[in-house]
């Protein structure tokens, strides 16, 4: 299930990239829920990690870090949907070192906690004002195939 989904995730990539960038942007995509450190991706592109940092900052306009950190999230997201998966397990699956730290990132990049996500979804499900589509197709990508499914 997670192979499918990260690969769903994959194929979703919006940006293109130059060299060295895109081969980073490929990596965490593929490497969504492993740990991913700018040594690891100094190895792979064969640069200094200081020199790759400032080249991502630039053409991205945020931190190595931040892009990991805000592509896990996006993919985890899917997860809060399924109620037999905690959200100590979704931090687990991507990699968090545990579910506080994985909510405090969370909600750095959303603006509301996992629980908030997962209580606010799951209780609204049947729900079918134009917000609450607007969230299940636009936040939680995912939703719309597995209701259709």
Do not use: W
């Amino acid at each position: 299930m997670v192979k499918i989904f990260t690969d769903m995730v994959n194929n979703a990539s919006e940006h293109k990239y130059k060299y060295p960038i895109s081969k980073i942007v490929d990596y965490i995509y593929q490497n969504v829920t492993s740990k991913i450190t700018v040594s690891d991706l100094s190895h792979l592109t064969h640069l200094s990690p200081d020199y790759i940092s400032r080249v991502f900052n630039q053409e991205v306009g945020m931190s190595i870090t931040d892009y990991i950190q805000k592509k896990k999230v996006e993919a985890s997201k899917s997860f809060l949907l399924f109620r037999d998966i905690s959200i100590t397990d979704v931090a687990a699956i991507f990699d968090f070192c545990n579910h506080g730290y994985y909510s405090r990132v969370f909600k750095k990049h959303t603006g509301y906690s996992p629980a908030e996500s997962e209580s606010f979804i799951m209780h609204r499900s049947s729900d079918s004002s134009p917000l609450i589509t607007y969230i299940k197709l636009q936040i939680l990508p995912c939703y719309g195939k597995i209701i259709a499914d």
